[in-house]
């Protein structure tokens, strides 16, 4: 048999005919007491009804208030907002990456092409139509090797991000490439003035021809150095001999 305190009660406003006795209930196990529900809320029914923090029925937790929409590319907010890095904004309406190149060498000492690439994001409400220009010279003089005009930017919807690629040739064995594109959007957007923008980015072309010529100039120089060490040495060996 179990011994069990079923309540200790001390009213602190007794009743008159109150005593303040101690109460103990004996019980054997045999039955289990039942909690009486506590009123919360509005509902009075045990659960939380109402109210910030309240749990639906079912009994799971309520779910967070979705995110603020991205752009196409997932990169920033539609509608504008703070320029990520790498980007540069065109009055709040346009924000413009940063010019990527990647160059790739071909069997003609004067060819090679450069592919190069950069973003734009539209952060106004309204369709834009833009061009870009892309140029590619010499990273050691300004000289002009090639340039692809007026590609293309048509109908760049609000919160779009796109990609604006071309191919450069004509890369040689430069080595160091310097790259340019100059964006040039409407006059305006919205009533908002716009100016282009020109972003940079360098290329590395690998100089085939004249590693070529380094290494046969090394190996040419090597093959003089073992020939007359070659020399010296029968020279020598006859003189003995004599």
Request: aromatic share 4%.
């Amino acid at each position: 048999m179990a011994l069990a305190v079923g309540s200790l009660g001390v009213g602190s406003a007794a009743s008159a005919d109150d005593s303040g006795t101690l109460s103990v209930t004996i019980t054997d196990g045999s039955t289990t007491p039942t909690p009486t529900p506590t009123a919360t809320g509005d509902g009075g029914s045990g659960s939380p009804t109402g109210g910030a923090g309240a749990v639906p029925s079912g009994g799971s937790r309520p779910l967070p208030a979705p995110a603020p929409a991205l752009g196409a590319g997932g990169d920033a907010p539609a509608g504008g907002g703070t320029a990520p890095a790498g980007e540069v904004s065109i009055a709040g309406m346009l924000y413009v990456g940063g010019l990527n190149a990647a160059a790739t060498p071909a069997v003609d000492p004067a060819g090679g092409v450069v592919d190069v690439w950069f973003t734009v994001r539209n952060a106004s409400s309204s369709p834009i139509d833009a061009t870009a220009d892309f140029s590619m010279d010499t990273g050691i003089f300004p000289q002009r090797l090639d340039t692809v005009d007026d590609v293309a930017v048509p109908a760049l919807q609000p919160g779009e991000t796109r990609v604006v690629a071309a191919r450069l040739k004509h890369g040689g064995q430069w080595t160091f490439l310097s790259t340019h594109v100059t964006l040039t959007p409407p006059e305006s957007v919205d009533g908002v003035a716009l100016t282009p923008v020109t972003r940079d980015g360098l290329a590395l072309m690998f100089p085939w021809v004249l590693i070529s010529l380094a290494v046969l100039g090394a190996v040419a120089l090597t093959l003089v150095q073992v020939i007359r060490v070659g020399l010296r040495r029968a020279a020598t060996a006859t003189a003995v001999t004599t």
